[in-house]
């Protein structure tokens, strides 16, 4: 029994061996009436137990008979703990984490007993010996890895290369940057029968990783892409199975997961003499459309003239040489033709246009002028390349820009002008996150079943295991995806808010540009300028160059056997 003169009334401190308790007592001193937690903590300090672990309970207890005027027969108050060590092991098993919880006037944690525990746990792959030496001299560790597996690689997807780089894609073509290429869509690529198309490359096998506890996680194996089942006008090559090529002359269009060549329906002009055109391909006209017609083409249409008020619908896109003349906003010889329009999944290009009405499922390009037009792109819409570039009255409507050398006119007539809208957009993302949602909910699960098998090994069989953590890498390589798609649309969600009106040398009083909720009114005549969201709304600036985006962009040599009609 140990006895520590100090001041205040007289403790006894007894450690009893056996049961690594400390008992003290106190014998009632007038002289000190009262004592507190302080004062008890310092007289264990002076007495060599600052180290044990304390019992708050039995302190209080004992303070509150004290100071009670009564003496304190021996109440256990502290107690030695010995070091403690936990391990977690990461839900892929592919990290082991170590937890130590310092002594208390016990034993501190060894390594020996740490070892014996690794043991017991089943982990045999990656120990991290140097952070199992630190963390035992440190006598403590906060989820500190101790083990690493090896991490499997997933294999190479297989991919398709395209061997005509010219082809035009059925896809909105949008840069990261936002932009779209701004270039002639030229003419009509023509390939004969056995040009190359596109070349098959197979996947590539992917390296097995190991958990922790030596299992094997299987890598994910590279997904094999095919060429799309019927894909018209092409065929696998006789001496090569993994080439597609040409079945027959005609134009390549680049689809999801393929190539088809569309055959051409090529005419001198459309007018009451050929008739109305529905083709299922692409169709090229040597000269004008004439007023009233309907030309509709599953691919592209090109027009070497001009186009009078009539209907051109096209799966592609749409090129005319000349320009474009609609029926907005009159009658020619008691004929009404503002009912005709022109539709296009791809990019349209012309000329000019007038009295119009376009649109396109990405971008749409006018040289000269776009007069009371209605022009609605998913992407830009731009005027004015080698001539004048005026937009001139009319709706214009584009979810990133909408650019032109000179927009309205002295006569301040109303030109009105939309951007950054794109519906379609949220819904995407919407549902993008409710897929992402379900395949983590569908993980969860797994994940709590391998915590299960990891916490009660004899209740699960290895095969089990093994099958759940497969699952659950294909799972987490689908999230990834569906996480990288949702970005993208992020993206481009975002770049319609930074979407803009641009004049390159002046724009008019009476434009007006809308942008959702916002509207702007210019209330005088401008130089070169700028209109996009601002702090307070729509605002106007000096013009902010952005050329570099929309620079051309020279098109690759065709392959050898490609030919222009």
Known sequence: MDKQPTEGPELEASFDELTRTLSVSIAYDPHFPRIDALWLRRRLEAAGYAELQIRPDPIRRLIAQYNAAESVAAVEIAQCVDASMQIGVSLDGLVARLSIVPPKGGRPASKTELLALIESRGIVEGL????????????????????????????????????????????????????????????????????????????????????????????????????????????????????????????????????????????????????????????????????????????????????????????????????????????????????HAIRCEGSFCATYAQQTRISAGDSIFIDDVAMQCQLEARNHIRVGKRLRGQIVGGHCRASLSIHARTIGANSRIRTELEIGMDTGLEYAIQEKAEARDALENRLLEIGKMLTFADRHPERVTPEMVGRAEQTASALSGEIETLRGEEEDLQHRLALTREARVNAEREMFEGSIVRMGEQLFKLSQDRGPTTVRLATQGLGVFPLEDDSRFDEPQRPAAAGPNASRR
């Open 128 to 339: 991290l010996l140097e952070e199992i030496n630190h963390a035992i001299a440190a006598g403590q560790a906060d989820e500190l890895a101790i083990a690493r597996g090896r991490e499997p690689e997933p294999g190479k997807d297989g991919w398709l290369e395209y061997l005509l780089p010219e082809t035009r894609e059925r896809v909105p073509s949008v840069r990261p940057c936002g932009r779209t290429d701004y270039r002639d869509l030229g003419e009509i690529l023509v390939v004969h029968a056995g040009d190359a198309l596109m070349r098959r490359h197979p996947p590539q096998p992917g390296v097995d990783g190991v958990s922790v506890y030596g299992r094997p996680i299987m890598a994910r194996r590279g997904r094999d892409l095919r060429f799309a089942p019927g894909l018209r006008g092409t065929a696998t090559s006789p001496e090569d199975p993994e080439l597609l090529v040409a079945a027959c002359d005609g134009q390549p269009v680049r689809v999801r997961n393929g190539a088809m060549v569309e055959p051409i329906f090529t005419v001198d002009a459309v007018n009451l003499a050929t008739g109305n055109i529905d083709f299922d391909g692409s169709v090229r006209i040597r000269n004008d459309v004439q007023a009233g017609m309907t030309v509709r083409a599953s691919g592209d249409i090109e027009v070497g003239g001009v186009v009078e008020p009539a209907t051109l619908e096209a799966g592609g896109s749409i090129v005319v040489k000349g320009g474009v003349l609609g029926g907005l906003g009159g009658k020619t010889a008691g004929k009404d033709y503002s009912a």
